[in-house]
């Protein structure tokens, strides 16, 4: 009896800890910086795409980055200038920018953003004489999930089921 109560509890705590540790597995945040010197996109962010003319010296852009995201996550982007020492050679007035939704509604909280598509945009002027760069970074962590209540429900009938056929044996 007690050498078959050893067995049951070894066994038990097995399994517990292979369930812990599935659950417990972390790859890290999943994090897609791109940098975009007015060449357009197509990479995954979960997957991002770019539209908007090919841009050239004094001429106006208005660029629009598509992101998709497949589950709840954290965003950020950054869009800046890039200078060429400390002349005006290549120049970028922004005139705006913003995030959207697939509704076209400006997003203001990037913190656990639904599943689904955004829309992140940038327009202005190439003001200097050779024209103008500038650079794009996204940053996409997906928020971690919470285990679903029917994987504890699951690891208790298991449990209970061990025990169950732990004590037929005995009879």
Avoid: C, W
């Amino acid at each position: 009896m007690v050498h078959t109560f050893k067995k049951l509890a070894l066994v038990g705590f097995l399994s517990i800890a292979a369930v812990g540790a599935a659950q417990a597995q972390d790859f890290g945040p999943y994090t897609t910086s791109q940098s975009i010197d007015f060449i357009r996109l197509t990479a995954e962010a979960d997957s991002v795409k770019t539209s908007g003319p090919s841009n050239v010296r004094g001429a106006y852009f208005d660029d629009t980055y598509q992101i998709n995201l497949t589950q709840i996550s954290d965003f950020s982007y950054s869009i800046s200038e890039i200078t060429a020492g400390n002349n005006a050679q290549y120049d970028v007035t922004f005139l705006n920018f913003g995030f959207f939704d697939a509704n076209g509604d400006e997003v203001s909280t990037f913190t656990n953003l639904a599943a689904g598509t955004y829309f992140l945009t940038a327009g202005g002027k190439l003001a200097g004489s050779l024209g103008g760069d500038f650079n794009v970074s996204f940053n996409i962590s997906p928020v971690a999930q919470v285990p679903e209540a029917d994987t504890y429900a699951m690891l208790l009938a298991g449990l209970g089921l061990m025990g169950f056929v732990g004590r037929r044996k005995t009879k």
